[in-house]
């Protein structure tokens, strides 16, 4: 039954822990425990970089959500104009001054969406990702 773990306290205050298991023996120092996980080379180890790379490549292309270049300016350019008229909304209406955030915004606007596309045209060719 190689279920069950061992605890028991080491030298310096240090806890180990042991499989009690028959043919798996001893105790590890908490730091220093057996690597888990696959081991070797190919899919599902540590070493397919092709897989991160396709899994990175899928999670922009669903922020991205397949939009064109065009989309993306016309989307960009909208969320501005919002961004503008709540602006004068604050200003004018609330009386309060919001122009020390603007330039975040529409940093963070036009990040939103042109990075994506731009790592999907580098990766794929396309900026929609298609």
Known sequence: MG???EVTSGPAGFIERGNTGPGVGGTHHQ???PSSGP?????GTHT???GIMRSIIEHVRQINAERTLVMNLCA???VVVMLGLANLVCHYVLHTDMSFLMPWMLAATALYFFIPAL???IATGNPSGK
């Not at 081991?39 to 899919?43: F, I, K, N, R, S």
């Open 3 to 5: 279920l069950f773990m």
């Open 31 to 33: 730091g220093f425990w």
């Open 39 to 43: 081991v070797g080379y190919g899919p």
């Open 48 to 50: 397919d970089t092709g």
């Open 76 to 78: 960009c350019l909208c």
């Open 119 to 121: 790592v999907l045209w």
